[in-house]
């Protein structure tokens, strides 16, 4: 068979046609979605967990602010997550289940995960702006997330440095001037067993 | 380049109005809803996987340049969730091997939905990996560019060529034999 008559046969294959109330109602529901997503003002979800995890992150959120509030007069509030103490003490709640502990305009939140499968590592700050949008996250080497409106993944360069890898950008603490995109971006290998 | 009128649609979306956004799903939800059944094979994955990259898009829409085709940043969309279910399936180990056996062996039509010939090319798509089914669902039935697949793809022109041409080559294995009338 050459590949003229290969691609002669693929494009005999039908595709099995929907019902074409799918075209009269899909723009409609995508619409409703939004529309809810705006009323509701949900924002993306960062990782995609169970109903019961979000619901311990959410009581988890209240000790936070009550430890953020415990270390304000220490603390401006955007260094919270700055504080090897506050994330030590998170840790300490949820032993290898913290992907993330993230501060925005929204406040203090939580992503954790389903097990205990998050490798035991140095915690790592990261900082970034996007604009006038600006975000703090607390996490682990080989996470992904999202902050400032930018998904990236965050890497120990074991040499107490970060990289950052996003979908259109690349940063590492050694070289800071890599990003491209004006991003502000801050990092620190926090290494909680040291403080 | 994006269309005049879609740029219209994509600036009066960005600014909250979602029947604007509708109007820009109807004119590209076929073709979405292609590339995703042709990704996955099941008619159900695909009007979510289309739902999903309404939604997406319409999160990314700031992000989209209007130098590119909006169609060619929407189908990329649709392939990268494609892909993403395609990894799920395969972790939960239901990706549809049983359809595609089923379809191999099968000689009878399955009512309303497809032809035998239909269920095997199909069922051939479907052994193949991801990223060359996903080079050949753009390259053939989308008639893409391997330009314009690399950067649906987010690889070089090569890379798309060489993922063609293995593609090929294994389709031309699974459906040897079947007639071509």
């Known amino acids: 068979m050459n590949d003229s008559d290969l691609t002669s046969l693929l494009k005999k294959a039908r595709m099995p046609q929907p019902p074409d109330e799918l075209w009269e109602e899909l723009p409609g529901r995508v619409t409703q979605q939004l529309n809810r997503a705006r009323h509701e003002n ?13 619901a311990m992150a959410t009581a988890l959120c209240v000790v936070l602010a009550f430890i953020a509030g415990h ?5 401006a509030a955007e260094d919270t997550l700055a504080s090897a103490k506050v994330v030590r003490e998170t840790l300490a709640m949820f032993p290898n289940r913290v992907r993330a502990i993230v501060q925005d305009e929204h406040g203090l939140s939580l992503v954790l995960s389903e097990n205990n499968d998050v490798p ?19 996490t682990f080497s080989g996470q992904e997330i999202q902050v400032a409106g930018q998904k990236m993944t965050v890497l120990a360069d074991g040499h107490d440095g970060v990289i950052l890898v996003g979908n259109d950008f690349a940063w590492s603490s050694r070289d800071p001037a890599m990003a491209k995109n004006n991003l502000k971006i801050e990092t620190k290998n926090l290494d909680i067993g040291k403080m | 380049m994006a ?9 009066n979306s960005l600014t909250g109005d979602h029947e604007a956004y509708a109007t820009l799903v109807k004119e590209y939800q076929k073709m979405v809803y292609a590339v995703a059944w042709r990704m996955t094979g099941s008619l159900e994955d695909a009007e979510d996987l289309t739902q999903e990259t309404f939604l997406r898009a319409f999160r990314q829409l700031e992000s989209f340049r209007s130098e590119s085709k909006f169609s060619t940043w929407l189908c990329r969309i649709a392939i990268n969730l494609s892909l993403t279910w395609r990894d ?32 095997r090319v199909q ?10 089914r ?17 950067k649906i793809l987010n690889c070089t022109e090569a890379t798309v060529s060489w993922r063609v041409f293995a593609a090929r080559r294994k389709l031309k294995r699974l459906l040897k034999g079947v007639s071509r009338e």
Do not use: F
Not at chain 2, 3 to 11: A, F, G, H, T, V
Not at chain 2, 123 to 132: H, M, S, T, V, W
Not at chain 2, 134 to 150: D, G, K, Q
């Open chain 1, 71 to 75: 270390w304000h007069g220490q603390h």
């Open chain 2, 88 to 119: 799920r399936e395969r972790r939960r180990g239901a990706v549809h091997t049983q359809w595609a056996e089923d379809s191999i062996t099968d000689g009878e039509g399955s009512g309303k939905h497809s032809d035998p010939l239909s269920r």
């Open chain 2, 134 to 150: 996903a080079a050949i669902v753009l390259t053939v039935y989308e008639e893409r560019s391997h330009a314009e697949a690399a």
């Open chain 2, 3 to 11: 269309l005049p009128d879609e740029l219209n649609c994509i600036q």
């Open chain 1, 42 to 54: 949900i924002q993306p979800m960062r990782t995609s967990l169970p109903r019961w995890a979000w």
């Open chain 2, 123 to 132: 069922g051939a798509l479907d052994k193949l990996p991801a990223k060359q």
């Open chain 1, 120 to 138: 035991s590592s140095s915690p790592l700050y990261v900082h970034v702006c996007s604009g006038k949008q600006c975000g703090s996250v607390v």
